[in-house]
């Protein structure tokens, strides 16, 4: 599966960005099928789960985002999105689209940066 993240971008503390992770070349067409995940990493820091959103649609978040983000998916579109609201300046990083059919390899989007000014 190949994936493109959108939706980046520069953004005062308190405001909101939404990102967007577009599929393509799914396995048979089955994108429903996949785990979908936001990932994100600050420069120095390793990689870190922001949130999961599983194939069943349930959600799973990382507890500094918890009330603040969401994830979601449409399916038919073959999106996965990230709804970031009251952004922090620790939110600031890039931002990751991954994907995981069943217990196959993952794959990674390029990656979309999200800056916050304080």
């Known amino acids: 599966v190949q994936l493109q993240a959108s939706g980046g971008g520069l953004v005062q503390a308190g405001g909101s960005l939404r990102l967007s992770c577009r599929a393509s070349n799914t396995i048979f067409n089955t994108f429903s099928l996949y785990n979908m995940g936001w990932y994100r990493q600050a420069p120095g820091d390793q990689r870190e789960l922001v949130a999961d959103?599983?194939?069943?649609?349930?959600?799973k978040y990382d507890d500094s985002v918890k009330g603040r983000f969401t994830i979601s998916r449409d399916n038919d579109k073959k999106m996965v999105y990230l709804q970031m609201n009251s952004l922090k300046p620790e939110d600031a990083a890039v931002y990751y689209c991954?994907?995981?059919?069943?217990?196959?390899?993952?794959?990674w989007g390029q990656g979309t940066l999200v800056t916050v000014s304080s």
């Open positions: 991954n994907a995981q059919y069943k217990t196959g390899p993952e794959s």
């Open positions: 959103i599983f194939s069943g649609g349930s959600t």
